[in-house]
């Protein structure tokens, strides 16, 4: 799983981007949600799915990533 994993930065741009963005309550959060986004992540996988309200990417928890991720593409159909 590692290997299909990608791991992300946060620079001054990251910071301007979630500074600048008013539906961003919560710092932290933001921070997290532009690194994914500048790395190209097509998802966020998190337990807090509802701290990511304005995310443009798909936010899913742990289990249904695996299930709808994992699982089906290499073959299994239950956890």
Do not use: W
């Not at 966020?44 to 443009?56: G, H, K, L, P």
């Not at 990417?57 to 695996?66: A, K, T």
């Amino acid at each position: 799983m590692i290997e299909k994993s990608r791991f992300t930065s946060v620079d001054e741009q990251t910071v301007l981007k979630v500074s600048r963005n008013k539906k961003i309550h919560d710092f932290e959060d933001g921070l997290l949600y532009y690194s994914a986004l500048d790395s190209g992540c097509i998802y966020i996988v998190t337990e807090d799915r509802n701290d990511f309200y304005f995310s443009e990417v798909e936010v899913l928890p742990s289990r249904l990533f695996i299930e709808k991720y994992v699982f089906k593409i290499n073959g299994f159909t239950d956890l």
